[in-house]
């Protein structure tokens, strides 16, 4: 802020004097302030293992789509990506 301006908006008085320090912030400890709990991490290496797994199977898929691995491969990433949802909240 300019001098003109601080003269403006104080007077003739000296500007107030600013807190050095900001007060400082309370630890984060555990999933009741926002973190993750044991158990979501369970959760969550369930479902990246059950998407690396669907890709796995994606890539045995035949063209025309009529094995096995066309039906697991999507059902493998739905269910790991509706996991990661399900590990983050809770």
């Given at each position: 802020?300019?001098?003109?301006?601080?003269?403006?908006?104080?007077?003739?008085q000296?500007?107030?004097?600013r807190d050095?320090?900001?007060?400082a912030?309370?630890?984060?400890?555990?999933?009741e302030?926002?973190?993750?709990s044991k158990?979501?991490?369970?959760?969550?290496?369930?479902?990246?293992?059950?998407i690396?797994?669907?890709?796995?199977?994606?890539?045995?898929v035949?063209?025309a789509?009529?094995?096995i691995?066309?039906?697991l491969?999507?059902?493998?990433l739905?269910?790991?990506?509706l996991?990661?949802?399900?590990?983050?909240r809770?």
């Amino acid at each position: 802020m300019s001098r003109k301006n601080k003269n403006k908006l104080y007077g003739h008085q000296k500007a107030p004097a600013r807190d050095p320090k900001p007060p400082a912030a309370p630890p984060i400890t555990g999933a009741e302030e926002g973190g993750i709990s044991k158990k979501g991490v369970m959760i969550l290496s369930l479902a990246v293992l059950l998407i690396a797994a669907g890709y796995v199977l994606l890539g045995k898929v035949d063209p025309a789509g009529s094995n096995i691995y066309s039906n697991l491969a999507p059902a493998a990433l739905l269910s790991g990506y509706l996991l990661v949802f399900l590990g983050l909240r809770g």
